[in-house]
């Protein structure tokens, strides 16, 4: 089955604990993005990467990492998080940019405290 | 810079009843216009888009028309079930300069229907 897979879907943890939320797409898709879901604000994107070992900044970078070693990972990585941090995350990709549908995952809710 | 605006929500309707979700856009030359819904406890799904004026797209009872001329996409159902409670997302893909391809989200309007 096609699919983009996020883990953790749920995680609590405090300001300063570096954390990694896992993606991986099993669609052999060269296009790969973050984005974070906030009330009245809607989906931004983080980072996306065009294939492997290109990566490139979204709206709303500040506070990310990513790394796209292998075509199939896009780990979203916060190496100090931030109250403000808390929020929805999603995964998706594509073949390639621009293609559609995005297929997204199933979301990660963080909650930094 | 490129944008997306869609009507407050929630939206609360009774089963059998006439759905419009209002979104316009602005943009730089001529973007794909597309409507993305989100049930429940999952991630986003394409429901239905357009790629050039006038270009009407369809999908489980749901349309909606790209409108050059008052730059707008807007949703429409004749008769939502229940099942269709869900947020709705109006987006957009760039056309043009480094982050060409790329979507743009509208805020998203939540619909709740009442059986």
């Known amino acids: 089955e096609a699919q983009v897979t996020q883990n953790p879907r749920y995680l609590i943890t405090v300001t300063g604990k570096k954390l990694t939320v896992t993606c991986s797409q099993n669609m052999n898709h060269e296009y790969m993005s973050w984005y974070r879901q906030d009330p009245g604000l809607g989906l931004r994107q983080i980072y996306y990467s065009m294939n492997v070992e290109v990566t490139d900044k979204g709206d709303v970078p500040e506070g990310y990492k990513v790394s796209r070693k292998e075509k199939r990972n896009f780990p979203l990585i916060l190496e100090s998080p931030s109250p403000n941090q808390t929020s929805l995350y999603f995964c998706?990709?594509?073949?390639?940019?621009?293609?559609?549908?995005?297929?997204f995952g199933d979301g990660t809710r963080l909650s930094i405290l | 810079g490129d944008s997306v605006t869609q009507m407050e929500g929630p939206v609360t309707l009774s089963e059998e009843a006439f759905l419009t979700i209002n979104c316009t856009y602005t943009?730089?030359?001529?973007?794909?216009l597309f409507w993305y819904v989100q049930y429940p406890g999952e991630g986003l799904q394409l429901l239905l888009k357009?790629?050039?004026?006038?270009d009407k797209g369809s999908n489980k009872g749901f349309e909606a028309t790209y409108r050059k001329e008052t730059t707008s996409f807007h949703l429409e159902k004749g008769s939502v079930q229940v099942s269709d409670s869900a947020v709705y997302f109006c987006?957009?893909?760039?056309?043009?300069?480094?982050?060409?391809?790329?979507?743009?989200f509208g805020k998203g309007t939540k619909l709740s229907v009442k059986p």
């Open positions: 357009a790629t050039k004026a006038d």
């Open positions: 943009a730089t030359g001529y973007p794909s």
């Open positions: 998706a990709s594509s073949f390639r940019r621009g293609d559609q549908p995005q297929h």
């Open positions: 987006a957009l893909t760039k056309n043009y300069g480094g982050s060409q391809g790329n979507l743009i």
